[in-house]
């Protein structure tokens, strides 16, 4: 079984440059979450989507954050402008509903 | 929202000898606590979790404790090898799945 896909791997972009992140979920797998973990410290969701639905965006900065998830299966987050504070690891994950969740390997962005 | 405190955040073992990760959380309504190994560069993967309808959870060398009253959980990793050296994450959650996490425990096992 494939694991959650995401690209790119590592992102380098001038500060108010546009940015974004792609995310392949486990196939068949309903929830999708969007994650930010900064260095040291434990993910924090951004946002989570049941099939198309963004059912919790609380913690998604929404003036300069946004994600899709048109067709309920893979995903995309986007910055726009991107600031100095935004360099962090970008994490996707994805479960069953109401199950485990099981992690990308995360975009690396760093701005500069 | 959900509090989860993790200490220590750094934590030295011998090979071969215990090591113990303790977090506490704050919203009583949580029931679900997994735990997730992330290794330098890679993603975090699930090694064990444990539910609020049990006190304790075992899985080879790994074992899980809960204390709900209290509002505490740890990770017991007992005969540690090298390969255990990772930073380990506490998380906690109520119905919607919805993760918090603690700030991560770096394990290093001394050869």
């Known amino acids: 079984e494939a694991g959650v896909v995401q690209s790119p791997r590592y992102k380098i972009i001038e500060k108010k440059q546009p940015v974004a992140f792609w995310c392949n979920p486990i196939?068949?797998?309903?929830?999708l979450y969007w994650y930010r973990q900064n260095l040291g410290q434990g993910p924090e969701l951004l946002i989570r989507y049941e099939n198309e639905e963004a059912v919790d965006d609380s913690q998604l900065p929404k003036d300069r954050f946004s994600a899709e998830r048109l067709k309920g299966v893979d995903s995309t987050l986007k910055i726009q402008p991107a600031e100095l504070g935004d360099s962090a690891v970008y994490l996707c994950?994805?479960?069953?509903?109401?199950?485990?969740?099981?992690f990308g390997p995360g975009t690396r962005l760093t701005v500069l | 929202g959900e509090n989860v405190e993790q200490h220590p955040s750094t934590l030295s073992v011998q090979e071969g000898d215990s090591a113990v990760i303790k977090c506490t959380y704050s919203?009583?309504?949580?029931?679900?606590f997994p735990w997730y190994k992330q290794e330098l560069g890679k993603r975090p993967q699930l090694i064990i979790d444990i539910r609020s309808n049990v006190g304790e959870k075992k899985d080879q060398r790994i074992a899980v404790t809960l204390n709900k009253t209290a509002k505490h959980f740890s990770l017991h990793i007992t005969e540690t090898q090298p390969e255990d050296s990772a930073v380990y994450f506490c998380a906690a959650s109520g119905g919607d799945y919805k993760l918090s996490f603690g700030a991560g425990t770096t394990v290093t096992v001394r050869a």
């Open positions: 994950a994805s479960s069953p509903l109401k199950g485990e969740q099981f």
């Open positions: 196939s068949g797998h309903n929830t």
């Open positions: 919203d009583s309504a949580s029931n679900y």
